[in-house]
C-alpha cells in the first residue's frame, strides 16, 4: 500500500463522536469528492477504511444512506459511493449552510468551522476525499485536489492561519500551502505516524 493509503488509514482512527465535527467532515468531504453538485454526490476512493468509514459519517452528519455503495465488480476496483434522490441531496446542502438551487461558486461555510475540533475534521474530510501525501522519506510533496475553485482558495487561506510551533519541522517539510496550519497537525501527527510505522516495518524485514 502507498503512503498515501496508510496516512488515511491512520486518519479513520480518529473515532466519530461530536456532530459538529461529522458535518465538519462530511462538508471537507464533499468539497473535494469527485462530484457535488445540485444533481449529484459521488465520492471515489481506493482506500478501503475510507470506505468504511463514508456510511457511518453520512448517517451522523446528515443522518442519511448512499444511494449506491461501492460494487468493485463493476468499477475497476474503485470504490464508488452516489446520492441522487433529491430529498437526501436537500439535506445536505442544506446542512452545509449552501442553498442547492443558487448557481453559485461555493465558498466555504465559516460558521461550521468555528471550533477547533470542527477545523481539523474539515481538513480530516477533504485529505481523505482529495488528498495525497507522498512518503516524507523520499520526498514532501502534499496535495488537495477540488473543483470547487473559490472554496479551494478559502481553504489554503485557513491552513496558512493559527500557526502551531510545535510542529514546525514537519510543517515546514510539507508543502507550501499548508506550512502553518494548527488544524492540519492531526494529518501531520498522521503521517509521521505513518512514517515511523513504516520505518519500524523496514527494520523487521
Ligand atoms: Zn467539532
Avoid at 34 to 57: C, M, Q, Y
Avoid at 85 to 112: C, M, P, S, V
Wanted: proline fraction near 3%.
Amino acid at each position: 500500500m502507498s503512503f498515501a493509503y496508510d496516512v488515511k488509514a491512520e486518519l479513520c482512527k480518529v473515532p466519530i463522536n461530536r456532530s459538529c465535527c461529522a458535518v465538519a467532515e462530511g462538508c471537507g468531504v464533499l468539497l473535494y469528492a469527485s462530484a457535488f453538485t445540485a444533481n449529484e454526490v459521488r465520492i471515489v476512493t481506493e482506500n478501503d477504511e475510507f470506505a468504511a468509514r463514508l456510511p457511518k459519517l453520512f448517517q451522523k452528519a446528515f443522518s442519511l444512506r448512499f444511494d449506491e455503495l461501492p460494487d468493485k465488480s463493476k468499477d475497476g476496483g474503485k470504490l464508488v459511493f452516489r446520492i441522487t434522490q433529491e430529498d437526501k441531496l436537500d439535506t445536505i446542502w442544506r446542512a452545509l449552510g449552501y442553498d442547492r438551487r443558487a448557481h453559485f461558486a461555493l465558498h466555504l461555510n465559516f460558521a461550521l468551522l468555528e471550533e477547533e475540533c470542527c477545523r481539523a475534521s474539515f481538513l480530516r474530510g477533504a485529505f481523505l476525499s482529495g488528498g495525497s501525501v507522498t512518503d516524507p522519506q523520499k520526498r514532501y510533496h502534499l496535495e488537495l485536489a477540488t473543483s470547487h475553485v473559490q472554496a479551494g482558495r478559502e481553504v489554503e487561506a485557513l491552513l496558512r492561519k493559527n500557526p502551531d510551533p510545535t510542529e514546525d519541522e514537519i510543517r515546514l517539510a510539507l508543502s507550501g500551502n499548508i506550512c502553518r496550519c494548527s488544524g492540519y497537525v492531526q494529518i501531520v501527527r498522521a503521517v509521521k505516524r505513518a512514517a515511523k510505522e513504516r520505518r519500524e516495518a523496514q527494520c523487521r524485514a
